[in-house]
């Protein structure tokens, strides 16, 4: 049966990678390490289609309400993307993965073929380890963030001390 809503683990993943698990210190909108931006767990466009622009604020609970409002979208096709074979660990870092990289990414992913065609594939690991550039640049937040969710993905708890 298909995995088809996220667990805490996915938000607290997501949460520490995008506001360093503290919400309240990225309130105001900033710039990413990519340059885009961003308010609150990662938000690069609002619910009302309208992108994050400097000046923007926000409160804690609509920077959840965005979050919240975008894994909506996200989940669904991720569910649609993966084989009913993964279990709630490997959906959870896969959703982390699409609201990071947007689902396309995830969607035309050689990551995605080997999940795909066997959901325990040790090769998983070194697809995860590509995905970490931004703007052509090598990110150490993005190494950390990958190593944390194959972590999820193969030993099912949460990991971030890498």
């Known amino acids: 049966m298909a995995i088809v809503s996220i667990s805490d683990n996915c938000l607290r993943l997501i949460e520490e990678f995008e506001c360093d698990g503290d919400v309240s210190k990225f309130l105001k909108a900033y710039k990413c390490p990519a340059g ?3 308010i609150g767990i990662g938000t690069t466009i609002y619910p009302s289609g309208q992108r994050v622009k400097e ?6 609970q609509q920077a959840y309400d965005f979050l919240r409002f ?5 989940q669904p096709r991720v569910d649609s993307y993966t084989t009913d074979a993964i279990d709630q660990s ?4 896969l959703v982390s993965f699409a609201y ?3 689902t396309n990414a995830l969607k035309g992913s050689t990551l995605l073929l080997k999940v795909n ?3 325990n594939d040790p090769a998983i690991q070194t697809e995860f380890e590509k995905w970490v550039n931004a703007s052509g640049k090598k ?3 993005l190494v950390r963030r990958r ?5 999820l993905y193969f030993h099912k708890t949460l990991k971030f001390d890498f």
């Open 147 to 151: 190593k944390a969710e194959a972590w």
């Open 70 to 74: 975008d894994l909506r979208t996200i």
């Open 139 to 141: 990110l150490p937040g």
């Open 90 to 93: 490997q959906f959870d870092t």
């Open 100 to 102: 990071n990289l947007g």
């Open 36 to 38: 885009v931006w961003t």
């Open 55 to 60: 000046g923007d604020q926000c409160t804690p």
């Open 117 to 119: 065609k066997n959901v």
